[in-house]
């Protein structure tokens, strides 16, 4: 079962200010419009964004936070036109360090980001209620974690690049129970599977399936 988790890497690089409109309201402070048609507001230092600001695009996706040589990069709260919503740290424009993501359909993710993905530790809940919790790399479920599915089903144990991989506990919503090594999503290699009914096998397992 591969959970691929939906990103948005938002990278902003701007370089000297160049406003077609600009108006300094106080010592290195300005309200910009530039050529984009985007509004910056806020305090500057030598021509770039630095300090905290607001910049607001067309489009609607709005930025208030902290600004570091004309990017993002701080704390700081990314909000996207389609209603997704980012408070956390950014660093050269990404989401970088601790956050909280909600998109727009309810799904959540709070804990570690690294270049824009869920990367370190990390609670993911998704709109039906499916929810993990444990390490992420790279964007996936990937380390020692505890997955469980909106009908009831649970892992607990090892994944790989969103699968189970390595060693753990499934227990389906019927009341089957799987301890022992997993492979690509499946039982794979020793383990004892318990049925709801209680009937037991200890053995091998190859691509799910026991091998007699």
Same mark, same amino acid.
């Given at each position: ?6 990103? +948005? ?14 108006? @300094? %309201? ?13 509004? =910056? ?16 695009? !067309? ?12 990017? *993002?990069?701080?704390? $700081? +709260?990314?909000?996207? !036109? ?16 601790? &956050?909280?993501?909600?998109? @727009?359909?309810?799904?959540? =993710?709070? &804990? ?7 990367? &370190?530790?990390?609670?993911? +809940?998704? !709109? ?12 996936? =479920?990937?380390?020692? &974690? ?6 009831? %089903? ?16 499934? *227990? ?19 383990? *004892? ?6 009937? *037991?096998?200890? $053995? ?9």
């Amino acid at each position: 079962m591969k959970k691929t988790l939906t990103v +948005i890497i938002v990278l902003i690089i701007f370089s000297a200010i160049s406003p077609c409109n600009a108006e @300094q %309201t106080g010592d290195n402070y300005v309200k910009t419009t530039l050529p984009d048609g985007s509004i =910056y507001e806020g305090h500057f230092k030598e021509n770039l964004f630095n300090g905290h600001g607001t910049l607001t695009w !067309r489009d609607g996706s709005r930025y208030e936070g902290e600004f570091k040589d004309g990017q *993002i990069n701080g704390k $700081g +709260i990314f909000t996207y !036109r389609n209603g997704s919503r980012y408070a956390g740290e950014f660093k050269s424009g990404l989401k970088n360090g601790k &956050g909280v993501f909600k998109d @727009q359909n309810g799904t959540s =993710y709070k &804990g570690d980001f690294k270049d824009g993905l869920y990367h &370190g530790k990390g609670v993911f +809940i998704s !709109r039906t209620g499916t929810t993990y919790k444990g390490e992420f790399k790279n964007g996936l =479920y990937h380390g020692k &974690g505890v997955f469980v599915s909106h009908s009831g %089903t649970r892992y607990e144990g090892d994944f790989k690049e969103g699968l189970y991989n390595g060693d753990g506990v499934f *227990i389906s919503h019927s009341g089957t129970r799987y301890e022992g090594q997993f492979k690509d999503g499946l039982p794979h290699g020793n383990g *004892i599977l318990i049925s709801g009914s209680g009937e *037991i096998y200890k $053995g091998k397992f190859e691509k799910g399936k026991k091998v007699k």
